[in-house]
């Protein structure tokens, strides 16, 4: 049973939109924090965005921010990461993470501060 679940991933033109959304049946997803990560074939996978406790909010890499927002909704139980003005260089299976009990996204999450992934959801963007 998959633990972590996302959805929303698809096919847009660059300069599009896409709402990626994770949620879970086991967990309490404000209870952690909880991350969104992306790779592309051959690369690491790579932080995007970091929430906890609702408030905190951590984005990394330049060309992320001002275009992706991480956000939580408690009463669906999800994790969202809005993402606008979509480039080709965004195109990546994105995953949801959820931290480890002493993640506050105070800084980059290393895998082993990762103790449960979603499967992915692939986000293509088209020139």
């Known amino acids: 049973q998959r633990r972590l679940v996302e959805s929303g991933g698809g096919s847009v033109q660059a300069g599009g939109s896409l709402r990626l959304s994770c949620t879970s049946?086991?967990?309490n997803i404000s209870s952690n924090a909880m991350a969104w990560f992306r790779q592309v074939p051959g690369k690491?996978?790579?932080?995007v965005a970091c929430i906890y406790n609702g408030k905190t909010t951590t984005y990394f890499g330049d060309s992320v921010k001002g275009r992706?927002?991480?956000?939580q909704d408690t009463a669906?139980?999800?994790?969202?990461?809005q993402m606008n003005s979509l480039q080709p260089t965004d195109t990546a299976m994105y995953y949801c993470?959820?931290?480890?009990?002493?993640?506050r996204c105070s800084g980059a999450?290393?895998?082993g501060d990762v103790d449960v992934w979603g499967q992915g959801t692939q986000v293509t963007v088209s020139s």
């Open 25 to 27: 049946s086991q967990y």
């Open 44 to 47: 690491e996978r790579e932080e």
């Open 68 to 71: 992706f927002t991480i956000s």
């Open 76 to 81: 669906k139980n999800t994790v969202d990461l």
């Open 97 to 103: 993470a959820r931290g480890r009990w002493y993640v």
């Open 109 to 111: 999450l290393a895998h």
